[in-house]
């Protein structure tokens, strides 16, 4: 039963370009969800979140939609820089309140030059 | 501020054997939590910990095992280790509090390799 779904195993966008990166969920009862980057031998590293109660956040070259009716959240970045190349994993949180997050399986981003 | 570390780093198991994996968190944090994370299943929650009392539990079976101790510092333990539990072991500690957004600061992981 995997409640955070992400379907699209990898992506390739030029560097400049937008870099959109979906997730689905199923549990309409998470609070938060956020974003994470992990670059090989590294441990995941917070990116942006979003609460339940919002539809947009914005950190920068960073923003986190979600569509509650739809059940699905979506990361852009823009623009795309070679550095972004990483795996981003998309978590869900039952409440902001514990350790506890359900993670998608994870997109690997490339960004060519 | 030091980051969360996690040691050791890497090892190498036989099936059979049992490893224990240490943690220690960010100054202040008070919990603790531990992800497995293999290139078939992403990153799975195995439990959490705060005030060196377990109050998450994924689901992994019995041979997975942890503890906390007062100063926050957490161990997790794999009994009777199989091939299959061959994966990077990730820590996260989080600040709770009632203005928590869910987010961890993850360390670099063990990486377990059993033969």
């Keep these: ?113 | 501020k030091a980051g969360v570390t996690q040691t050791p780093r890497y090892l190498i198991k036989t099936r059979g054997q049992q490893v224990t994996l240490s943690c220690s968190p960010i100054s202040g944090h008070r919990s603790v939590s531990w992800y497995q994370q293999t290139p078939g299943q992403g990153l799975q929650f195995l439990f959490e910990y705060f005030s060196e009392t377990q109050r998450n539990k994924g689901n992994f079976p019995g041979r997975f095992s942890g503890r906390q101790f007062s100063n926050s510092r957490s161990e997790m333990n794999v009994s009777t280790l199989e091939l299959g539990d061959s994966a990077l072991y990730l820590c996260a500690s989080s600040l709770v509090s009632a203005k928590s957004t869910g987010e961890l600061f993850f360390g670099e992981g063990s990486r377990l390799t059993v033969l």
């Design chain 1, 1 to 113: 039963d995997q409640q955070v779904k992400q379907n699209s195993p990898s992506l390739s966008v030029q560097e400049g370009r937008i870099s959109i990166l979906n997730c689905d969920y199923t549990n309409s009862m998470f609070d938060y969800f956020l974003w994470y980057k992990k670059y090989p031998a590294e441990g995941p590293t917070f990116l942006i979140s979003i609460s339940s109660i919002k539809d947009k956040n914005e950190d920068g070259r960073f923003t986190v939609f979600l569509n509650k009716s739809a059940k699905h959240l979506s990361l852009h970045i823009v623009p795309s820089q070679p550095g972004d190349s990483a795996v981003y994993f998309c978590a869900a949180s039952p409440s902001g309140n514990t350790g506890k997050l359900i993670f998608g399986q994870g997109t690997t981003l490339q960004v060519k030059p």
